[in-house]
């Protein structure tokens, strides 16, 4: 599968998450980014990870759905 390359977002929201449930020290924040820009108006992306593919996709209720 060929895709563009997608461009990274000038600013990500940053957000706390609930440090106990990801087991990370408090002061630690997950930058978030919007699916939209991952997707950039597609119903599918393909995402290089460790040398492997996998898809990440939206499915027609606008949930996600990633699979290698």
Not at 15 to 34: D, F, H, R, Y
Not at 37 to 45: A, D, N, R, V
Request: include cysteine; hydrophobic fraction near 35%.
């Amino acid at each position: 599968m060929n895709t563009p390359p997608v461009s990274q977002p000038t600013a990500a929201r940053s957000c706390e998450p609930n440090s106990a449930a990801l087991g990370a020290a408090p002061s630690q924040t997950v930058a978030a980014i919007n699916s939209a820009t991952l997707l950039q108006g597609g119903k599918s992306i393909t995402i290089s990870h460790n040398g492997e593919l996998y898809r990440l996709q939206t499915t027609r209720q606008g949930k996600l759905i990633l699979t290698k």
